[in-house]
């Protein structure tokens, strides 16, 4: 199906029928308040045995109505914000109609109302309502999402949502906008980050089974952060056990491209905690090392030197076997409350194996034609190691009053063993070039919450605060070789060639303290105006250290060695001495640096009501202090010094229009800022840790300011189901962007553009195809689309060979589309789910010297996932199967006609087994 026509079935679906056919007993009523005025808007939910059944909202004149609805008990809660939740026991019988009065009184007087439980959140119907109620524009997922897809973590779990996708399978781009404008919080508090040289969260750190929602908001709001940028992502977690209630879920899979191959562990293979890298050994030295000398006394004599670098031996290449292991999963939860106090445990723990098989083509110009310069193929296996621990204890002191303490702790542990070959004009020679590598990410949050309220001073006020520490931490080593193809067919490694017996190690940690603290006074004016005034302010504090060591292993005498073994054989303990292979330190004058930003944000908003509007406005106010010190790591004493100062004022408005009980309108406009990287703005060259890359920062970088004005249009026809239809733009001014400079080799450096703009679509459909046919009522249908449309124009200047300085942004994907079919049989308790995501043509590399930027090729994916119930077994057992990448699509990369790159992943199939004990 054409895209386009995917769009206008989008439009039909649109505009179908709003309803069905009712049959069964009906209940209608008011909600109305302590003066007996109407409360228009309300949430009214008919609750059975704990779950939702029906829920709607109340109209104009305060009135809901329930029709085909099964006879028998219920509850009736009935809940609006800035008045407390009320629950009514109401009994429903097989014929005539039921009429209730529901009175709601403001919040201050809440402790009149006996709370039975927490109101779920991690439901699609709760899910769909907060979003409904918000002053935001803003989309989310919930548990229940997540849980019916075969998405581990949260990066993939996202790209289901309209206008979002993902690159790398880590980071996460909204609106088209890249990683870096795209801000991250956990439970509202900021985050370290692990990357080396991006401040960007990856979400691949959080398994979706820590997560009970996922919520993406795309207008600003000033009690956010202000480095908003085109959207922020908020991670929550369960913040009260909806019950008594143990999980435990068990699962296996394979993937295609590892079945049936041979495979190759690095290292032997990870342990269960990811753990298996090969870090520096204990009681290596700090300081440079080097050869004694007569000009330098002070360095190490050969034996000392052989003695290191035997201690540095270890593995150069993945251990082969006949076959992998199968991909593994585990996951644990527990949740209860003990009267005031609630409980929630979490564990996950996945170890899973990929193949990739790589083709690699690098062009140069010859009198103006593209022509392969090296040709690759590459085969890279690896290994994958996710755990994650989440902890949750809430005490609620009285109804107005509640602490909550959360602790996570993520590891994403990743191992490879890649064989790459082909013509490479460097050597002028075919070659083989071996690569281990381990990296290990480890994030730990702590947090501590506390909410308020406080009778009097108009309708009652409440207290917000919230204090957390966070710690990042990335490790990582490196380890090459490369042969060179002779005359007799045989591959001996090229000494001399620096990626021979090269070593690489790398450490960051990464540190943030956040803090903030906000009151909001409750009003009203009347009968139909009402609202609120907040204010507050923040502190958070960033700490950053990196540093990496370089070593290679040179030959003194290559000739007594045959070259043609393996790196596991040539730099075995007994070659590794004074006449045979000795180590020297390659590490660079700039591997090294330190970073701190300073950020103080006080913040002022009103949200009020006045009958069918609603308006959110508000003033942020951020001081930002940002410094990067880069040094030697072995001479501190001359450090290079980058500041980077500002003081932005933040405004934004949110304008809600009820058009009806169902149907929305809503206007927004706001600023917002994006800064630059600690590594951004460091004067020095240093060599990327991900990429081999020369890359020199610009002390002369300035934050970009992005506006933003939106419009949507969205109505929420039955519980679970929405339609909605969003036009934005965005204005950046100053964006940050990366240019190629020439050099001996293509260095990479950033500069201000002049401006850039960003328009856009959106279109959402998700309803039960019960509207157009009651013989449909089991099937559901969920589609998004977004267009995005950007422009960006870097200036040409003479330290930059960028071939295209207007062009869209790099990322930006002009088409995103999802579409998931759903089918549910309650008589068996079966669910069928069929997934489709499309992420259209986008900018992966900016090209240079004439060269053409390359582009990353539009791709669809199909994925399935199944469930049954086996409550005939055992009350609380099912079983999932899921499938990704059904159709086995390649990812392919264009670098104007020619082909650049190709990667075949292959099809993921895991079956699991849940069982829940309540």
Do not use: C
């Amino acid at each position: 199906m054409q895209l386009r026509q995917v769009v206008m079935l989008l439009f039909a679906l649109s505009i179908g029928p709003l309803g069905g056919a009712a049959t069964g007993a009906e209940l209608s009523g008011k909600v109305l308040d302590a003066q007996g005025q109407p409360l228009p808007g309300a949430t009214v939910a008919l609750i059975q045995q704990g779950e939702p059944v029906q829920t709607t909202w109340a109209d104009a004149n305060g009135a809901f109505a329930f029709t085909s609805v099964a006879a028998g008990a219920y509850q009736l809660r009935a809940s609006l914000d800035g008045f407390g939740e009320v629950t009514t026991p109401v009994e429903l019988k097989e014929t005539g109609k039921q009429e209730v009065e529901v009175t709601l009184a403001p919040t201050q007087f809440s402790e009149q109302v006996e709370v039975k439980a927490e109101k779920p959140t991690s439901g699609t119907v709760q899910v769909l309502e907060e979003r409904r109620t918000r002053p935001v524009v803003s989309e989310a997922l919930a548990k229940e999402d997540m849980a019916k897809s075969p998405d581990g973590d949260a990066a993939a779990a996202m790209q289901r949502v309209t206008g979002v996708s993902t690159v790398g399978n880590r980071y996460v781009y909204v609106r088209g906008l890249g990683e870096r404008y795209a801000a991250v919080l956990l439970n509202g508090s900021e985050l370290p980050s692990t990357e080396t040289e991006k401040r960007v969260i990856p979400l691949d750190l959080f398994p979706t089974k820590l997560l009970d929602q996922v919520t993406v908001v795309k207008s600003y709001a000033p009690d956010l952060p202000g480095s908003f940028g085109g959207g922020l992502v908020q991670l929550n977690t369960s913040p009260w056990p909806e019950g008594t209630v143990m999980t435990v879920r068990v699962g296996s899979g394979e993937n295609s491209q590892v079945a049936g191959h041979s495979f190759s562990r690095y290292a032997g293979g990870l342990a269960f905690d990811g753990s298996g890298g090969q870090w520096l050994p204990a009681g290596f030295p700090s300081s440079f090392i080097t050869r004694a000398t007569r000009f330098n006394p002070q360095g190490l004599t050969p034996e000392q030197l052989q003695n290191l670098g035997r201690s540095l031996s270890g593995n150069w290449t993945g251990k082969p076997t006949s076959s992998s292991p199968a991909n593994r999963s585990f996951a644990l939860s527990y949740g209860r409350s003990f009267g005031s106090l609630g409980v929630v445990l979490s564990a996950t723990q996945s170890h899973g194996f990929t193949r990739t098989e790589e083709t690699q083509t690098f062009y140069g110009l010859d009198s103006g034609q593209m022509v392969p310069i090296n040709d690759y193929n590459l085969v890279t296996y690896g290994e994958n190691v996710r755990w994650g621990l989440f902890g949750s204890l809430a005490w609620k002191i009285s109804p107005q009053h509640s602490v909550r303490a959360t602790s996570m702790l993520s590891r994403n542990a990743r191992a490879s063993d890649r064989v790459q070959e082909g013509y490479s004009s460097n050597s002028g020679n075919y070659i083989r070039d071996l690569r281990a590598r381990y990296t290990k990410e480890d994030l730990t949050t702590h947090q501590l919450t506390g909410e308020h309220f406080f009778s009097g001073l108009g309708r009652g006020f409440s207290l917000e605060w919230r204090a957390s520490y966070g710690k990042a931490r990335n490790l990582g080593d490196l380890r090459e070789n490369i042969y060179g193809l002779g005359a007799d067919g045989v591959f001996r490694l090229l000494v001399g060639f620096p990626e021979v017996g090269k070593i690489e190690f790398h450490r960051l940690q990464d540190q943030l303290w956040d803090g903030s603290l906000s009151a909001t006074s409750f009003f009203e004016m009347g009968p139909s105006v009402y609202g609120s005034l907040k204010v507050g302010a923040g502190i958070t504090q960033r700490d950053r250290e990196f540093l990496a060591r370089r070593f290679k292993f040179v030959a003194t005498n290559p000739i007594q060695f045959d070259l043609s073994l393996p790196p596991d054989q040539l730099f075995q303990r007994d070659n590794i001495r004074p006449d045979g292979f000795e180590l020297r330190e390659v590490t660079g004058v700039n591997d090294g640096y330190s970073g701190t930003h300073d950020l103080t944000a006080f913040f002022a908003q009103g949200d009020i009501t006045w009958g069918p509007v609603r308006a959110l406005l508000g003033l942020r106010l951020e001081d930002s202090q940002l410094e990067v010190v880069t040094v030697n790591p072995f001479d501190t004493r001359n450090p290079e010094v980058a500041r980077l100062s500002n003081r932005d004022w933040l405004p934004a408005l949110n304008l809600t229009y009820t058009l009806s009980t169902r149907t929305i309108l809503r206007l927004a406009a706001s600023r917002t800022v994006n800064r630059p990287e600690f590594r951004e703005l460091s004067p020095f060259a240093f060599v990327e840790i991900t990429g081999g890359r020369s890359v020199v920062g610009n002390p002369h970088l300035r934050r970009s300011v992005l506006d933003a004005l939106e419009l949507r249009w969205e109505t929420f026809p039955n519980p679970g189901e929405v339609m909605a239809a969003s036009v934005f733009f965005k204005r950046i001014t100053d964006p940050i962007e990366r240019i190629v400079q020439p050099t001996t080799e293509l260095r990479s450096s950033w500069t201000n553009a002049k401006s850039a703009d960003l328009k856009g679509l959106e279109l959402e459909y998700r309803r039960s195809l019960a509207a157009f046919h009651p013989s449909l009522q089991n099937l559901t249908l969920n589609l998004n689309y977004a267009f995005v449309d950007s422009q960006v124009t870097v200036p040409r200047r003479a330290l930059s060979v960028v071939t295209s300085t207007s062009r869209p942004l790099q990322g930006q994907a002009r088409h995103v589309l999802n579409g998931i079919l759903e089918y549910y049989y309650p008589r068996w308790e079966s669910l069928v789910r069929v997934l489709y995501n499309f992420t259209g043509r986008r900018v992966s590399e900016v090209g240079a010297y004439g060269l053409p930027d390359i582009y990353e090729e539009e791709n669809g994916t199909w994925d399935l996932f199944l469930r049954q119930q086996l409550r005939f077994l055992a009350p609380g057992l099912e079983v999932s199967l899921s499938a990704s990448n059904l159709t086995d699509n390649r990812e392919k990369y264009m670098q104007g006609p020619r082909l650049q790159r190709q990667a075949k992943t292959g099809r993921t199939v895991s079956v699991s087994f849940g069982y829940a004990l309540q």
